[in-house]
């Protein structure tokens, strides 16, 4: 059997062998948020007059975006902010060769092909959140997460680092791993799983309103189960990729009370090698509410949203452009380290 591999190499120390006008972007699954925004955000950069397009590219979900972001097939990537701590993890696995072969289990590192891995991504920007929608049956007789041992749950969401946050808030509300029965669905896909009583319990991620969560409530009678004050405190004490929130009253039709719950940070990472000057033009157009910037200094910027951006909790580290960026207005943000690869290498073809 021929295989033919044609790889080319773009030189020493990373400064991108594409087009820097165009940037690929990891979105996730297709239809997601992260999809979404990048459409939205390439409309801005037209109408500001900008040269700068981004080019969605499909990934499994946040993890998989920061490993093909850690190794330059990407160059940027909207991302849940959990993955962060987790994507690039050693984590220990059991041989199975050593135990087909009837020799003692041994344990190994698994990790991106290596046993050590540097990071070459830093954040841009925190670019919005996905807030937790806890939801049963109005008949049901849960009233807490803290209910739902051995109970279904199907998780809505397009990016599977959701589960691990499901998974975390069970175990914060006292429920023991092997009573925490999640199912991952898309959000349309676990709304009819819990319309068809598939699952007893909805766990979905959305910005406030959803449209899915509308509908749903529209269509059928439930109740939301809130995460309480104290639990709150702990939970985003301990979990930095959460944030306490408060989902007000009447968002949804027969939801009268405020339910207490958790934001996900959605950050906007960077290749370390991505160009200062996509960077800076990206920037510009993301925090200029009026975008009449047409690539000269802000004259105008969306403080809160800067402001957010720059989330305190998360300890990120930002791309060097990026913290000089908030560096301007006044905030003060942790630079990352100016690690690059000595080669990008990018696989143009492959046949066997």
């Known amino acids: 059997m021929k295989r033919i591999l044609v790889l080319i190499i773009c030189g020493l120390f990373l400064n991108g062998c594409h087009d820097d006008k165009t940037l690929r972007v990891g979105v996730g699954a297709p239809g997601s948020d992260y999809y979404e925004y990048t459409v939205n ?119 599977y680092a959701a589960r691990t946050v499901s998974f ?44 899915y969560v509308s509908e749903l409530c529209k269509s059928m009678k439930v109740k939301f189960l809130p995460i309480e004050s104290d639990r709150l405190r702990i939970i985003t004490k301990y979990e930095k990729s959460l944030t306490a929130t408060s989902i007000k009253p ?45 690539g000269d200094e802000l004259m105008d910027i969306d403080k809160d949203a800067l402001i957010y951006a720059t989330e305190p909790k998360l300890e990120l580290k930002f791309h060097p452009e990026a913290a000089d960026f908030y560096q301007k207005y006044g905030l003060t943000v942790k630079e990352s380290e100016n690690l690059k690869p000595l080669f990008d290498v990018h696989i143009v073809a492959s046949q066997d």
């Open 41 to 159: 955000l390439n409309k801005k950069l037209e109408k500001a007059g900008a040269d700068l397009r981004l080019k969605p590219v499909y990934t499994a979900d946040s993890a998989s975006s920061i490993r093909l972001l850690n190794n330059g097939i990407l160059d940027l990537a909207l991302i849940n902010a959990s993955a962060l701590d987790t994507a690039l993890a050693v984590v220990a696995r059991i041989n199975p060769a050593y135990v087909a072969s009837s020799v003692n289990e041994k344990n190994y590192d698994v990790i991106n092909d290596g046993d050590e891995v540097n990071i070459y991504n830093s954040t841009v920007a925190g670019v919005y959140d996905q807030t937790l929608h806890a939801i049963v049956r109005v008949d049901s007789a849960y009233n807490d997460i803290s209910d739902l041992a051995e109970k279904t749950i199907v998780v809505g969401s397009y990016d």
């Open 250 to 294: 009447k968002q949804y039709e027969g939801q009268n009370m405020p339910v207490g719950s958790v934001n996900i940070n959605i950050l906007l990472q960077a290749h370390n090698g991505t160009s200062d000057s996509a960077i800076e033009k990206l920037m510009k157009v993301m925090f200029d509410p009026d975008l009449d910037s047409n």
């Open 168 to 211: 975390g808030l069970l175990k914060d509300h006292g429920i023991k791993r092997p009573a925490r029965k999640l199912v991952v669905k898309t959000p349309k896909e676990a709304i009819e799983l819990f319309r068809n009583k598939g699952a007893e319990a909805l766990f979905l991620y959305d910005s406030v309103p959803s449209e």
